[in-house]
């Protein structure tokens, strides 16, 4: 069992930077390869990022490829979210997951465990 909790979200301007960050319980964090996702208002929750166990490959949704970047830290049992540039378009609620393997890290089927989310929101 795995328990999450983001935190980092909120308001900021177009163009601005927020850092997310999700904090898991338990002692086997790093056999978790671990996603974001986002879910905002009338539509459904899309892939952000994921990264594997190790953190040696990343993944990305093309609308936020080279503006985004997911890490991991281990030893402290967190994953982060690292969001530059943002846009109006990127206004959700972010959640973490964590995937107890199996399948492509870009669909939320494969994950097990989320966290309550956190907003982010963007202004023009």
């Known amino acids: 069992q795995v328990q999450l909790v983001e935190s980092g979200g909120g308001l900021v301007q177009a163009g601005g930077s927020l850092r997310l960050s999700c904090a898991a319980s338990?002692?086997?964090?790093?056999?978790?390869?671990m996603g974001w996702f986002r879910q905002a208002p009338g539509k459904e929750r899309d892939f952000v990022a994921a990264?594997?166990?190790?953190?040696?490959?990343?993944y990305y949704a093309d609308s936020v490829k080279g503006r985004f970047t997911i890490s991991r830290d281990n030893a402290k049992n967190t994953v982060y979210l690292q969001m530059n540039s943002l846009k109006p378009e990127d206004t959700a609620v972010y959640y973490c997951?964590?995937?107890?393997?199996?399948?492509?890290?870009?669909?939320?089927?494969?994950?097990?465990?989320w966290g309550q989310g956190t907003q982010v929101t963007v202004s023009s």
């Open positions: 997951a964590a995937s107890s393997g199996g399948g492509s890290l870009n669909y939320a089927y494969v994950y097990d465990y």
């Open positions: 338990g002692h086997t964090f790093s056999s978790y390869p």
């Open positions: 990264i594997t166990r190790s953190g040696s490959t990343t």
